[in-house]
Every structure is written in structure tokens, then in C-alpha cells.
């Protein structure tokens, strides 16, 4: 069976271009969606992998219908043939039910594969760089040393919330326990 799977991503969208592709494609039943192909969860693609069976064939109008990046294109590609079931795309003359389109997609997954190696690579390349000039990856702390210095002489303080110590700092009050372990307790112990 040719099952077919056309999404938009907005309301505003007609989809019905990719469903005249699909239905002129031999589709015998076509799943609609509208939402952002970025989602992990879009029910209508759901329900088109658990309605089909080993020997069907999905089919799309393009390949960003189906997926938004390369990895979830090959991830989905990979799980329908783990199920015998093959994959076409209209627009893009891809069809891993031929010996042809295997091809092509199992080139589409090495120079995925290569492109991630070499984002890989480039990072721990840069981050390794950067250490040997001394720079330190993350964020820089929230409270300076003379911050801490401040808090503490103001937690001393009776009279004031933590609450308000922590608004003169300018920060959250969940900040100013991540640098001072143990709140008001602590610095009076230390004290």
C-alpha cells in the first residue's frame, strides 16, 4: 500500500499541492498535519507509521515535509526499512524501494555522518585552542568576590531577608544560595 504523508507548518499554509502530488503518486491514504517539523511529537506522522505495514511505501512531497534535519530524516528512513517498509519522495526522485534510491539515501547518510564528524571535530578543535590560551569555557560566575563579600556582611544582618539580599544584588535568590552553600547558617557558623 502507498501511504502518503503531506504537512504544513501554519494555518495560513495550503497543503494542497503536496496532497495533489500525493494522491497523482498512487497514494491510498494520505495523513494531514499541520505544525512545525521541528516537533518530536506530530500525531498524524504517528499514526501513518503505526497504520503501515511490512511492503508499503510512505510517501512525501519533499523531503523537509518529513523531517527538518538530516539525522531525523535518517533516523525515520532507517526505521521504515527496519519494518520492510520502503520510502519515496516525490519531488526529490528519492525512492529506497529501488536499488537506485538506496543508493542515493545511503549517500545522504554518509555525508550526514561526515558532516557531523567534522562539527565534531571543529568544536574540540576550537575548545582545545581556547584552553591553551587560558580561556575557561561556561558562563562567568554571578556574584564577583567583592558580591560575596557584600552578601555575607549583609546575611549577617538580622534585620534582612534573604530575599532583600539578594535584590540588592541584583540576582535570584536561588543564585545567592549556589554561591553561599548553606545560606545565613553557614556564614554564621564561619563567623
Known sequence: MLVGYARVSTRDQNPALQ????????CDRVFEET???????????????DFMRAGDTLIVWKLDRLARSTKQLIDTVE?????????????????????????VFTLFSALAEFEND??????????DAAR????????P???SDRD????????????????????????AVSTLYRHL???RGAIREAA
Open 118 to 127: 567534522v562539527i565534531r571535530e571543529r568544536t574540540r578543535a576550537g575548545l
Open 141 to 143: 560566575p554571578a556574584l
Open 181 to 183: 552553600p548553606g545560606g
Open 35 to 49: 505544525g512545525s517539523g521541528a516537533r518530536a511529537d506530530r500525531p498524524q506522522l504517528r499514526a501513518a507509521l
Open 132 to 139: 591553551a590560551r587560558g580561556r575557561v569555557g561556561g558562563r
Open 148 to 171: 560575596l563579600a557584600a552578601a555575607r556582611a549583609l546575611l549577617r544582618d538580622p534585620a534582612l531577608t534573604v530575599d532583600e539580599v539578594a535584590a540588592h544584588l541584583n540576582v
Open 19 to 26: 496532497l495533489d502530488s500525493l494522491r497523482g503518486a498512487g
Open 79 to 103: 526505521g521504515l526499512k527496519a519494518r520492510d517498509i520502503g520510502f519515496r519522495c516525490v519531488t526529490q526522485e528519492i525512492d529506497t524501494t529501488t536499488p537506485g534510491g538506496r543508493l
